[in-house]
């Protein structure tokens, strides 16, 4: 009898201490219910007395964002478009145009370009400012040294180096003849060229991408300039370090444009 006396008067004690815990945790959540109920009440208020200020901000970004597309709108109504080619310092000021076929400092040891201008298709110069823009958050600039290319200067090529490896013959078409490929390399934010795995216009396999017997320097750099150019829109040849095409060159034909048509 004193035994099942015992047990239920621990069973009274094990019931009522878990009525306590549960009637003490049901408590606690609707005081953190009325907390929360509170806090929002005082951040709504917050957010009401505010709520002038918050609406002249938006207005603020709207009409900001209407006087930037107004201004890009202009931009492209006075850009000078000839058969489909923009200068490249009217898109990205910033790039440092180096055209070494308007000099003598080429493979070929002469001037081969009429006009001392860089063209490129306009949506291949839009890829280039944006792979150029995230170099530059990186401590470095892009430097082209190749663009559109005249189908007279293909010839000139041709007649100097017959190897399809590094000048396509001109009866088929180079990529450059698009308007649509671009030899650049990097330099850093004041404009000097750096450590890179061949000189340009290297035919050689120094200049391939399979090339291994270059400096973990030179790989890198090479590696930081071709993920952003693929990033932004361009893909790689193995042949040239250097060299990119717009992946979207298909869709363009191989042109002649007068450049001179520039300086007008």
Known sequence: MKKKLAYFFMLVIIVSTVAFIFIKKQQSEKSKMVLLK???????????????????????????????????????EDLKIIDGLVLIEDIDSSIIIDLRYATANNFTGQVIYKEDIC???????????????????????????????????????????PDTRYVANPATGDSHNTGCA?????????????EMPSEFDDFSTKASRNN?????????????????????????????????????????????????????
Not at 46 to 65: A, H, P, S, V, Y
Not at 182 to 194: A, F, Q, R, Y
């Open 182 to 194: 671009v030899d650049v390399t990097l330099v850093d934010l004041e404009g000097n060229e750096i």
């Open 38 to 76: 509170n806090s929002n009440n005082e951040l709504q208020l917050k957010i009401d007395e505010n709520q002038g200020e918050i609406d002249n901000l938006n207005t603020e970004i709207e009409e900001l964002r209407e006087r930037l597309d107004k201004a890009e709108e202009k931009n492209l």
């Open 212 to 264: 291994n017997e270059v400096t973990d320097v030179a790989k890198n750099n090479v590696d930081i300039l071709t993920e952003a150019m693929v990033d932004a829109g361009f893909k790689t040849i193995t042949t040239e370090w250097w060299h990119y095409n717009d992946v979207d060159i298909a869709k363009y034909q191989h042109k002649d444009a007068e450049l001179k048509e520039f300086l007008e």
């Open 119 to 161: 063209a490129l298709n306009f949506e291949t110069a839009v890829k280039l400012k944006k792979a150029n823009e995230s170099l530059k958050k990186l401590g470095y600039k892009i430097k082209i040294l190749d663009g559109y290319r005249p189908k007279y200067a293909q010839k000139i090529f041709w007649s100097i180096c």
